[in-house]
């Protein structure tokens, strides 16, 4: 006998000849509410977190804190020597830097260039070897031909020079800190060992002309078979520009333009030295001439 069919599948017919009412459809709601919202966090919930911006405003706010309250110096090194304390005779290594002709070319203001900044030149160079469009920026703001071009942010207004302004060596004062900046000096394509400090292969035992070689690069299997971004290898090295922070200045020479500093710097000697005051240290109070647009009271107001 064929199965009896259970008594339950005869009352309900199946849902293909029941009729098309509206009461059996089902409307799908479409919106832009996600599916799978997001999970809160335990890093970002708490009523003193600060509001995250993204606007140049708030940049420049967060940036306040880190940017010199006045300009920079352009030095050339001249080399390195020593002093030694009368009294003690103690021996101290030190490093001298000669600013030569350096002057104030032009500025950057928020209202037109989005940031403050002192656009400070030295040296001089020949009109005939320099292009048509710097003798105009030169000669727009009354200022001779300079060799080197550099800028150096400052936080705001009052950080900003007269336009042809000399400064001299005496814009440091001994016993402060600077940041030294210079492009240090170039070895060109160097090797593992020399380049990173490798220790190199066996100098016997099997190792044949494998010395000085860097040895594995990475995996066969493991890592994908490929040499990972960032891996330490034989490339060119030095020329990159160097920061020296917290350099003392030992002394002073206005009149020969010498600024001694403790210790060493990046750079050969004749190179391009970039001096600042040390953001990581106590604001050295030096008095600052202000512009001619500014007063006295004006100025003292911005640095209080």
Request: glycine share 10%.
């Amino acid at each position: 006998m064929p199965p009896r069919l259970p008594s339950v599948w005869a009352q309900f017919p199946p849902a293909f000849l029941l009729p098309q009412s509206s009461a059996f459809l089902s409307i799908a709601s479409r919106g832009i509410k996600s599916i799978h919202p997001p999970r809160p966090n335990r890093f970002n919930i708490g009523p003193d977190l600060p509001v995250l911006t993204s606007t140049s405003t708030a940049a420049l706010a967060r940036k306040a804190n880190t940017l010199p309250l006045r300009t920079g110096a352009l030095a050339i090194k001249k080399g390195m020597t020593a002093v030694y304390d009368p009294e003690t005779g103690k021996r101290t290594p030190c490093t001298v830097v000669q600013l030569d002709r350096v002057e104030v070319v032009s500025h950057k203001t928020r209202q037109k260039n989005g940031y403050f900044a002192v656009q400070v030149g030295a040296g001089w160079k020949h009109p005939s070897n320099v292009t048509r469009p710097m003798l105009g920026h030169f000669a727009e703001h009354e200022v001779s031909p300079k060799r080197h071009l550099v800028e150096f942010r400052v936080k705001d207004e009052s950080g900003l020079l007269a336009v042809g302004e000399t400064i001299g060596a005496d814009w440091f004062k001994p016993g402060q800190f600077v940041d030294t900046r210079a492009n240090c000096k170039g070895k060109g394509f160097a090797g593992g060992m020399k380049r990173h400090g490798f220790s190199g292969q066996p100098a016997s035992h099997g190792a044949s002309l494998v010395h000085r070689a860097m040895g594995s690069a990475g995996q066969s299997q493991g890592g994908g078979s490929r040499v990972y971004p960032g891996k330490k290898m034989a490339g060119r090295m030095g020329g990159q520009q160097v920061t020296v922070q917290n350099v003392k200045v030992l002394s002073v020479d206005t009149d020969a333009g010498l600024v001694v500093l403790r210790g060493c710097i990046s750079g050969p000697n004749g190179c391009v030295v970039k001096l600042q005051d040390a953001i990581k240290k106590p604001w050295p109070e030096l008095i600052q001439t202000p512009l001619p647009s500014q007063s006295t009271e004006e100025l003292s107001q911005t640095t209080a």
